[in-house]
């Protein structure tokens, strides 16, 4: 048994890391390498092109059934996950996972249940913190796990929440992170593979667009009282590792992390539409109170529209200076602890 399947997860920032990366793995490396980039659903698809001007490598966008062939890069294309089988590749659009399609964690959990000791996991430059539980997965079932050096990170946020949840075998600067996988794959594994637990067979399921309920999503953990962002679904607590996760019925995902800045942007919205409907109405007033007196109506009742108007002109005020507070924990919750 040999180190032959190599899953890396990038965000923000991820571009050039990648490039870097993909530059420096040789022509005759035996063992596939596989890419989540975290894109737009209507992104324009260049990233494997991007890769392979720089790339010994053949590099592709993963197609749904292709056999797992060495010596390859596997990019996930926009809007699907990338997930892997015993001896083949899918690309599926399963639920969302920390409000991102490609996400990361799908493919490193997918590698951890169906080869073990053979993954080695590299996280990369990256807002919040998607990657860490596919991560801690890979090294759960023996594989080898590897870190960005977060010092280098365009965005550190995704390489220390790795590395506050895992025990890696490696950080390094991008640069030298081709050199160390090479390495690795060098290495014979441990010779012990844990066995893969419920709760990494069901998620693993539940990638591969299997129907959440049957795959046994409700036995991951306790119900909570949050609802999912996405579809207003009870969220289910997943503990497994450490890293609290949280997954609804419809199979939706998220990190406590994404969660968090999923609450912050609902309740922007909520206060936007709450100042949206304050200054509809104080337009409205004033209009009225305009009406009355060119129409040589009741001043007093003009008088009642107007102070009603300044009245909500002051709250819309005070939910503006909230929208502002709001904004302000949406970025800190972005660039993560």
């Given at each position: 048994?040999?180190?032959?399947?190599?899953?890396?997860?990038?965000?923000?920032?991820?571009?050039?890391?990648?490039?870097?990366?993909?530059?420096?793995?040789?022509?005759?490396?035996?063992?596939?390498?596989?890419?989540?980039?975290?894109?737009?659903?209507?992104?324009?698809?260049?990233?494997?092109?991007?890769?392979?001007?720089?790339?010994?490598?053949?590099?592709?966008?993963?197609?749904?059934?292709?056999?797992?062939?060495?010596?390859?890069?596997?990019?996930?294309?926009?809007?699907?996950?990338?997930?892997?089988?015993?001896?083949?590749?899918?690309?599926?659009?399963?639920?969302?996972?920390?409000?991102?399609?490609?996400?990361?964690?799908?493919?490193?959990?997918?590698?951890?249940?169906?080869?073990?000791?053979r993954?080695?996991?590299?996280?990369?430059?990256?807002?919040?913190?998607?990657?860490?539980?596919?991560?801690?997965?890979?090294?759960?079932?023996?594989?080898?796990?590897?870190?960005?050096?977060?010092?280098?990170?365009?965005?550190?946020?995704?390489?220390?929440?790795?590395?506050?949840?895992?025990?890696?075998?490696?950080?390094?600067?991008?640069?030298?992170?081709?050199?160390?996988?090479?390495?690795?794959?060098?290495?014979?594994?441990?010779e012990?593979?844990p066995?893969?637990?419920?709760?990494?067979?069901?998620?693993?399921?539940?990638?591969?667009?299997?129907?959440?309920?049957?795959?046994?999503?409700?036995?991951?953990g306790?119900?909570?009282?949050?609802?999912?962002p996405?579809?207003?679904?009870?969220?289910?607590?997943?503990?497994?590792?450490?890293?609290?996760?949280?997954?609804?019925?419809?199979?939706?995902?998220?990190?406590?992390?994404s969660?968090?800045?999923?609450?912050?942007?609902?309740?922007?919205?909520?206060?936007?539409?709450?100042?949206?409907?304050?200054?509809?109405?104080?337009?409205?007033?004033?209009?009225?109170?305009?009406?009355?007196?060119?129409?040589?109506?009741?001043?007093?009742?003009?008088?009642?529209?107007?102070?009603?108007?300044?009245?909500?002109?002051?709250?819309?005020?005070?939910?503006?200076?909230?929208?502002?507070?709001?904004?302000?924990l949406?970025?800190?919750?972005?660039?993560?602890?």
């Open positions: 048994m040999k180190r032959d399947i190599i899953v890396v997860g990038a965000s923000a920032g991820g571009v050039a890391a990648l490039r870097t990366l993909a530059a420096g793995l040789p022509a005759g490396l035996d063992a596939s390498v596989f890419v989540v980039m975290h894109v737009a659903a209507d992104g324009p698809g260049f990233l494997p092109q991007i890769l392979q001007g720089d790339c010994a490598l053949p590099v592709e966008h993963a197609r749904d059934g292709e056999p797992i062939a060495p010596g390859r890069v596997y990019v996930a294309p926009a809007d699907h996950h990338l997930v892997l089988e015993r001896d083949r590749v899918r690309v599926t659009r399963g639920p969302r996972e920390n409000m991102s399609r490609p996400a990361i964690d799908p493919l490193f959990r997918s590698a951890a249940y169906f080869f073990g000791p993954v080695v996991g590299v996280i990369l430059t990256g807002r919040l913190d998607d990657g860490t539980a596919g991560l801690w997965a890979v090294k759960r079932r023996g594989g080898a796990a590897v870190v960005q050096d977060p010092e280098e990170a365009l965005y550190p946020s995704m390489p220390r929440s790795a590395l506050r949840h895992v025990e890696v075998d490696g950080v390094a600067r991008v640069s030298d992170l081709a050199p160390l996988l090479v390495r690795l794959t060098r290495e014979p594994p441990a012990e593979e066995a893969a637990s419920e709760a990494l067979e069901v998620e693993t399921r539940i990638a591969v667009e299997d129907n959440a309920l049957q795959a046994g999503v409700m036995k991951l306790p119900l909570t009282p949050f609802t999912c996405e579809c207003h679904g009870v969220l289910v607590s997943v503990g497994e590792g450490g890293v609290p996760r949280f997954r609804c019925h419809t199979g939706h995902a998220y990190s406590m992390e969660l968090l800045t999923a609450v912050s942007d609902s309740m922007e919205d909520t206060l936007w539409s709450a100042i949206r409907s304050m200054e509809e109405g104080m337009l409205m007033l004033r209009h009225v109170a305009r009406h009355v007196r060119e129409n040589g109506q009741d001043e007093r009742g003009a008088e009642a529209f107007e102070r009603k108007a300044r009245e909500a002109e002051r709250y819309s005020e005070l939910v503006r200076r909230a929208v502002t507070r709001q904004e302000a949406g970025g800190e919750l972005a660039r993560g602890p």
